[in-house]
């Protein structure tokens, strides 16, 4: 039992460190116990979210899923062994039995499970969202706001009040991938931004180009984007410091994409942006030695860059 525990922990922390990067450097400031459970809650979300996208790299060891079928077959059989998984309180595939083993530790709540396994499906039938209430309440609750639920338990929060926080975080994370991702969603036939925003401004992603409609719309989005971020960085002080350190460092390091794609004009077309690791580096490194650097999203300048401490 403990060399497939050991064997999961250690695939799930290569899915967290090939995928998830941002995740990746957070968790580093954590007590190895946390860690672990960082990386098996995340491995999870990556796993589902992957059967959805790019089925060819889900490897049948890592869900216990053939690679035969339909995505939305495929994903039902990993809903399936997983809640079969968490009922039993173990798995013979290592990925799973970490994940498991995490989770009835850590007593999450299993409904947490069924919103992201429901908006993961989602994703399988839709393709556009009309309003971002319909966005964010019908697919972000959980597809994003409950990845936050999800990490509660392991980041041991002080207040149950931290909850609400936990929730924008995840908001704003998924937010931020969708203004990045508006390409690479467009080449899978999905649109996430608001139908009814878009058309407001007379902006068409298809068309991808920059156009003033195009950088209004994205400057629209820019600023729901940092009053979530704004949100969930007062949710700091009701973590414990090892947690407190995990989770600004993330937040800081990913509300960095949101400042690129602004640098950049709102041209999310040309490529994909990312923050260098060498700027990953010394976050976690001030993170650690003098504190989670601040950021003032409430300013009224792009990503409140001005009167920052960050």
């Not at 010394?282 to 950021?295: A, D, I, K």
Request: glycine share 6%; with cysteine.
């Amino acid at each position: 039992m403990n060399a497939r525990l050991d064997a999961g922990r250690r695939r799930c922390a290569e899915l967290t460190r090939r995928h998830g990067t941002t995740y990746y450097w957070g968790a580093r400031l954590l007590p190895p116990r946390q860690r672990r459970d960082v990386f098996t809650v995340y491995a999870l979300c990556r796993l589902a979210d992957d059967i959805v996208d790019e089925p060819e790299t889900v490897q049948p060891e890592d869900t216990a899923v053939p690679r035969d079928g339909t995505p939305a077959e495929r994903l039902e059989a990993f809903r399936t062994t997983f809640f079969d998984a968490l009922a039993r309180g173990d798995a013979e595939q290592p990925v799973l039995a970490a994940i498991v083993e995490s989770i009835n530790r850590r007593g999450t709540d299993p409904e947490c499970f069924e919103r992201f396994f429901g908006a993961m499906a989602a994703d399988l039938t839709h393709t556009t969202w009309a309003t971002w209430p319909d966005l964010r309440d019908r697919y972000m609750e959980g597809s994003a706001a409950v990845i936050g639920e999800m990490m509660l338990p392991v980041l041991e929060p002080l207040s149950p009040d931290a909850r609400g926080p936990a929730r924008a975080l995840g908001n704003a994370f998924q937010l931020t991938n969708f203004l990045r991702d508006v390409a690479e969603d467009l080449d899978r036939g999905r649109v996430y931004l608001p139908q009814e925003d878009l058309a407001r401004h007379g902006a068409d992603p298809a068309l991808r180009r920059v156009t003033p409609e195009w950088q209004t719309m994205m400057a629209e989005q820019a600023t729901r984007n940092r009053e979530l971020y704004a949100e969930a960085q007062q949710g700091l002080a009701l973590l414990p410091p090892a947690s407190r350190r995990c989770v600004g460092t993330a937040l800081v390091l990913y509300s960095r994409i949101l400042n690129l794609i602004e640098d950049a004009g709102y041209d999310v077309f040309s490529g994909r942006h990312r923050v260098p690791t060498s700027q990953k580096v010394l976050v976690t490194l001030r993170s650690l030695t003098t504190g989670v650097p601040h950021v003032d999203f409430t300013s009224g300048t792009p990503s409140g860059r001005t009167g920052s401490r960050e």
